[in-house]
């Protein structure tokens, strides 16, 4: 054997890139394997059911021709292709499409199961909107409870000052005893305000306890604590005072 000729020109054009030719082997063989495929699709049979939808797609997209018994029965009473039926021509123009049922299941079964799905999405709509309402309702009776406990706060806020201005305008009349034990504050208390005393533990509640001494003071002193004023007599008091409630006062 002659040696090669490094230097010639089929040398020069050869591609000596490294792993081109296991690329072009690959290539190779991936286009050999989609050729044999459209091949195996040209040659392979149809089935039943295959040729019988191709039958019917055929059939279904060309227009009734003269050969057609109820078409030519159509023509003979004026009919025109693409007119209306109808006697004003009120009617359709296409013909109504065919509903094919290709699958296995019995005849309602994608019926029932369109229900079935419309019932589970009503039912979950359904939990969504109970799961809306007690949120709400939750909500709502936290704000309750919150504005109670305030309202009691501040009504005990109110009971408190009634008591240490009932204390001294009964102590600047000489009143040693108060008329309840209730009506003044015991020194204790002064330094844990925050906390239920011992005249709220009785059977009275708050609400009515700062209304007795509010209307103790205004009857014995004419005095409002809303107003934080000893008028001088009754007359003044009813004729200048708004009223005996911190809503009146508002």
């Not at 040696?3 to 296991?22: A, C, H, N």
């Not at 989609?34 to 797609?57: F, G, L, P, W, Y």
């Not at 109808?86 to 229900?115: F, Y």
């Not at 009275?204 to 000893?230: N, Q």
């Amino acid at each position: 054997d002659e040696e090669e000729d490094y230097m010639s020109d089929l040398f020069i054009k050869q591609d000596v890139r490294p792993g081109l030719p296991m690329m072009r082997r690959m290539k190779e063989t991936i286009q050999k394997e989609e050729k044999q495929k459209e091949a195996n699709e040209k040659n392979r049979q149809k089935s039943i059911k295959e040729e019988e939808k191709e039958r019917r797609d055929l059939v279904l997209k060309s227009a009734l021709g003269t050969d057609n018994k109820g078409f030519a029965l159509l023509q003979k009473m004026g009919y025109k292709s693409g007119q209306a039926l109808g006697k004003s021509g009120e009617g359709i123009v296409e013909p109504i499409p065919l509903n094919i049922k290709t699958g296995l299941s019995g005849l309602g079964h994608e019926e029932l199961k369109k229900r079935k799905a419309e019932e589970k999405l009503e039912n979950y709509r359904q939990k969504l909107h109970m799961k809306k309402q007690a949120n709400e309702q939750a909500a709502d009776q936290f704000r309750i409870r919150f504005k109670n406990k305030q309202e009691e706060r501040k009504m005990e806020g109110d009971l408190r000052k009634s008591q240490r201005a009932c204390q001294q305008l009964d102590m600047q009349k000489d009143i040693d005893v108060p008329k309840e034990t209730w009506f003044w504050l015991e020194p204790e208390e002064e330094d844990k305000k925050d906390e239920e005393d011992e005249c709220t533990s009785s059977d009275i509640s708050v609400s009515e306890k700062l209304h007795i001494l509010t209307a103790y003071l205004r009857e014995e002193h004419f005095y409002c604590i809303w107003c934080g004023t000893t008028y001088e007599d009754s007359e003044d008091l009813s004729s200048n005072c708004p009223g005996d409630s911190a809503a009146d006062h508002d």
